[in-house]
C-alpha cells in the first residue's frame, strides 16, 4: 500500500459523458501527478500540480482539465469522453521542493471504460 | 508521447535463473528510476538511481545508472513466481523534463516465470 488512494476504482460510462477521477495523496505529501496507462501508449504523464498550483504539463489533451485543492487531494476531469479514453488513470504524490526529484509513489489506479 | 526503449519486451524464464534488462534514451537524464507493475496495480518504485555510474541494490534487484546518463540496467537475481510483472524504466529531469518532475516511462519489459 502505497498511502495514495484513488476513487473510484472502475468507472464505466458512455460516449460524450463527463467523469470526474478523486486522488489523495500520501500524508505530507505536496505534488500530485496524473498518468494514463493505455494499451498502446504506455504510461503517459498528464500532469503535475505542486501544492495546488499546476507545475508541469504533459500529454493531457484539452478535453481533459485537473486541479488540486488546499486539503491537497486532486481531481481529474474527463469531458466529451471518447472511446480511445479507456485507459487506466494513476495518480502519483510525491514531497518534492523546488527543482528537486524525489520517488513518486502510485495509486492503486482508476480503470476507466468508454462504451 | 515520449518514452524510453525498454528491452527486452518479453522475457519467459525458469524459476531460479537471473534477469537482465536495460533502458536506453537519445537524451541525458539526471535521475533513473525502476518500477513493477502487477496485473490491474499501480507502479511500485523498486530502485531509484541518483548519479552517473551509481549501482545500487535491493534485495535481489540491483540497478546501474549508466555513465552517459542515457541508459540503466536492472538485474534481478535467482528469480521466484513472484517476480512475475511489468518492469519499468523512468527518467526524470535532464534534458527532457528540464525544470519539471515528471517521469518518462519506459515500454516496459514483461517477465514471466515459470516454476
Known amino acids: 500500500d502505497s498511502g495514495v488512494t484513488q476513487t473510484p476504482k472502475h468507472l464505466i460510462t458512455a460516449t460524450g459523458q463527463r467523469v470526474t477521477l478523486r486522488c489523495s495523496p500520501r500524508s505530507g505529501d505536496l505534488s500530485v501527478y496524473w498518468y494514463q496507462q493505455s494499451l498502446d501508449q504506455g504510461l503517459q504523464f498528464l500532469i503535475q500540480?505542486?501544492?495546488?498550483?499546476?507545475?508541469a504539463k504533459g500529454n493531457i489533451l484539452e478535453r481533459f482539465s485537473a486541479q488540486q485543492f488546499p486539503d491537497l487531494h486532486s481531481e481529474l476531469n474527463l469531458s466529451s469522453l471518447e472511446l480511445g479514453d479507456s485507459a487506466l488513470y494513476f495518480c502519483a504524490s510525491s514531497v518534492v521542493p523546488t527543482l528537486l526529484v524525489d520517488e513518486q509513489f502510485f495509486g492503486p489506479g482508476t480503470r476507466l471504460t468508454v462504451l | 508521447g515520449q518514452q524510453l526503449n525498454q528491452s527486452p519486451q518479453s522475457m519467459f524464464i525458469q524459476e531460479g535463473e537471473d534477469v537482465s534488462m536495460n533502458c536506453t534514451s537519445s537524451?541525458?537524464?539526471?535521475?533513473w528510476l525502476w518500477y513493477k507493475q502487477d496485473p490491474g496495480e499501480g507502479p511500485v518504485l523498486l530502485i531509484a538511481?541518483?548519479?552517473?555510474?551509481e549501482l545500487t541494490s535491493n534485495g535481489r534487484l540491483t540497478a546501474q545508472f549508466g555513465i552517459t546518463r542515457k541508459d540503466s540496467f536492472l538485474n534481478i537475481s535467482a528469480s521466484i513466481p513472484s517476480d512475475v510483472g511489468i518492469y519499468f524504466c523512468?527518467?526524470?529531469?535532464?534534458?527532457?523534463?528540464?525544470?519539471?518532475?515528471?517521469?518518462?516511462f519506459g515500454t516496459g519489459t514483461r517477465l514471466q516465470v515459470f516454476p
Open positions: 538511481l541518483y548519479k552517473a555510474g
Open positions: 500540480y505542486y501544492n495546488g498550483e499546476e507545475r
Open positions: 537524451s541525458i537524464f539526471n535521475t
Open positions: 523512468a527518467g526524470q529531469g535532464g534534458e527532457i523534463s528540464y525544470n519539471t518532475d515528471k517521469l518518462i
